[in-house]
């Protein structure tokens, strides 16, 4: 079962516009990760969050996490048609030596020019 | 630097036939894993390691083997190919720590069950 889940599945804006992704997830986590795919090709990691941080950077990039509403968002500012692909949370349950991600279904991004 | 190579990039195979998705990483990681991407599905662990020498269940994992003889290669088997097995394939490995990695992905194996 999906343990992250996306908001909106799917968005659409024009270039230049900030563009407001969330995640919902259902267990503790130790971090969160957000990760980027082009169509056709494979998932690239865009940004991680640990459990005990609230706010992350990453050039136009802001992560926020919620450990107490099990939320996350990620906010794309001055977005790029170069932005357009679909956009995954995915969350990390166990540690060690069971270390594994659990990806949400992702929410697929349009930035119009 | 290659990263995570998959091969093949795409196959059509008959039902009941045998297929092996190969992967391979030059990172040194430790651990990597199989997903498979259906649409409105997302991405379902199929199965992972986290060191040579050993090998886990994820979340959809009948009709799958795996095996990781050595720290470089996770080839993924499927013994008797069927419908529901079309999928997009991916492979990804971490170099974790204790609670902590970024995974890499491979670009993915299109594979097509008829």
């Known amino acids: 079962s999906q343990q992250g889940e996306e908001d909106p599945q799917a968005l659409s804006i024009q270039e230049g516009e900030n563009a407001t992704m969330n995640c919902s997830y259902k267990t503790s986590i130790n971090n969160l990760q957000w990760y980027r795919q082009n169509s056709g090709r494979g998932l690239v990691h865009l940004i991680l969050i640990r459990s005990n941080e609230r706010e992350k950077h990453s050039g136009r990039l802001r992560v926020t996490l919620d450990t107490s509403k099990k939320s996350s968002s990620l906010l794309i500012t001055a977005s790029r048609a170069a932005d357009t692909a679909s956009y995954f949370c995915a969350t990390a349950g166990g540690g060690g030596s069971n270390y594994k991600l659990t990806f949400g279904k992702g929410t697929l991004l349009t930035v119009n020019p | 630097i290659a990263g995570i190579t998959q091969a093949p990039t795409s196959q059509i195979l008959a039902a009941g036939r045998r297929m092996t998705l190969r992967c391979t990483q030059d990172?040194?990681?430790?651990?990597m894993y199989w997903y498979r991407q259906d649409l409105g599905l997302g991405l379902r662990l199929i199965h992972y390691s986290n060191t040579a020498g050993t090998t886990g269940k994820g979340e959809v994992p009948d009709g799958y083997s795996v095996s990781r003889a050595n720290t470089d290669d996770f080839p993924l088997t499927l013994a008797s190919a069927v419908p529901s097995q079309t999928s997009v394939y991916f492979c990804a490995s971490t170099a974790a720590g204790p609670n902590t990695g970024e995974l890499f992905f491979g670009e993915g194996s299109r594979l097509t069950v008829l």
């Open positions: 990172m040194r990681h430790n651990a």
